[in-house]
């Protein structure tokens, strides 16, 4: 069995922040963040439900499919509008679907859980499942600590996966999770991010480099058969150092970040749409989805895009 990709769409607030707008109330400078992390201005504004209905919506256009043919939605969200309800729910009521929804939390590593989850759904029995990443993420930044506010943004991203009997897009996965480094990167109920950026950042690399070595082993290739590697978009170091340790060249990796900012679950969408629009998305190819983030989690996949 097999499962394809067969739309995408995304949402970003209009606000753009620069790095220069934040200089002007944070101790920081356009020039640290844009050496230190590549992010030049973010999307703030918005929330996980109004962002992630507007992608969602563009996704289900792009597949040409309709709310009745739209059988599970999963979001993956790490801000969600509230703590109870969830917010695939209300997403699923703007979009008109009649099915199970439901959020997935693996912060920056969501979008490809809930792929994951996707296809195991597909797997069992479903035709057609809408993921959602979305992420409102400014709403828990604390603006006075220049350690976060930097980082974080807005954003949403979607696609449509759909079953298919005769062949897959989806060749491979490798999915973790280490709940011992939880301390790392947290936001505690009331509060505002918190992050060890260095740990945090050592670790993200090993995990990348780590699940996707495996994940490409399972689907039977090597870093030289990928044409394109569409990773989590948190700083262009981290993406830099994976992919050099990967033996992948640098511009073969597709970079949002210094558009978008870390828009956690968001990001992966956010750029394959980018690579799509600039025609690096070609049929036949190899591409390696990555992402990591806190938990922490991380998740690869292989695709072959169809
Ligand atoms: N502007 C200016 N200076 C800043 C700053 C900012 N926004 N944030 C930190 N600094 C200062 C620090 O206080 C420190 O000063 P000191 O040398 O006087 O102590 C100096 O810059 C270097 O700090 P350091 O933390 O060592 O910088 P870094 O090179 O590790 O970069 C991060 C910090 C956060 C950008 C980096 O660690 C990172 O990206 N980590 C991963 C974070 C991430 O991706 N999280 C999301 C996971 S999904």
């Not at 298919?164 to 939880?182: E, N, Q, R, V």
Request: hydrophobic share 45%.
């Amino acid at each position: 069995m097999g499962v394809r990709f067969k739309g995408w769409g995304i949402a970003v607030p209009d606000r753009i922040v620069t790095n220069e707008e934040l200089s002007r109330t944070l101790d920081t400078t356009d020039e640290w963040i844009t050496e230190r992390t590549g992010i030049r201005e973010r999307r703030i504004g918005g929330s996980a439900m109004t962002l992630g209905t507007l992608a969602g919506q563009r996704a289900m256009d792009d597949a040409g499919v309709k709310a009745e043919d739209i059988d599970f939605l999963v979001l993956a969200t790490t801000t969600p509008d509230r703590i109870c309800p969830a917010t695939a729910p209300m997403i699923a009521n703007e979009l008109g679907l009649n099915c199970p929804a439901m959020d997935v939390n693996a912060a920056c590593s969501g979008f490809m859980y809930a792929v994951r989850t996707a296809y195991g759904l597909l797997e069992t029995g479903n035709k057609r499942i809408l993921v959602i990443g979305a992420e409102h993420l400014s709403r828990w930044v604390d603006w006075t600590d220049r350690n976060m506010a930097v980082l974080l943004a807005d954003g949403a991203g979607a696609t449509v996966l759909e079953f298919d009997p005769d062949g897959t897009d989806l060749l491979s996965f490798c999915l973790g999770a280490d709940g011992s480094a939880a301390d790392l990167l947290t936001c505690e109920h009331g509060g505002y991010f918190q992050m060890n950026g260095r740990e945090v950042f050592r670790r993200a690399v090993r995990v990348v480099v780590d699940s996707a070595e495996k994940a490409m082993a399972s689907a039977g290739i090597t870093s030289a058969d990928l044409g394109i590697v569409i990773p989590h978009q948190a700083n262009i170091r981290i993406i830099q150092a994976a992919t050099q340790r990967l033996g992948i060249e640098m511009d073969r990796a597709v970079v949002v970040l210094d558009r978008y900012g870390n828009t956690s679950s968001a990001s992966i969408p956010l750029a394959f749409d980018d690579a799509r629009n600039n025609g690096r998305i070609k049929v036949g190819e190899y591409a390696l989805l990555t992402g990591f983030g806190a938990g922490m989690t991380w998740a690869s996949a292989i695709v072959r895009w169809s």
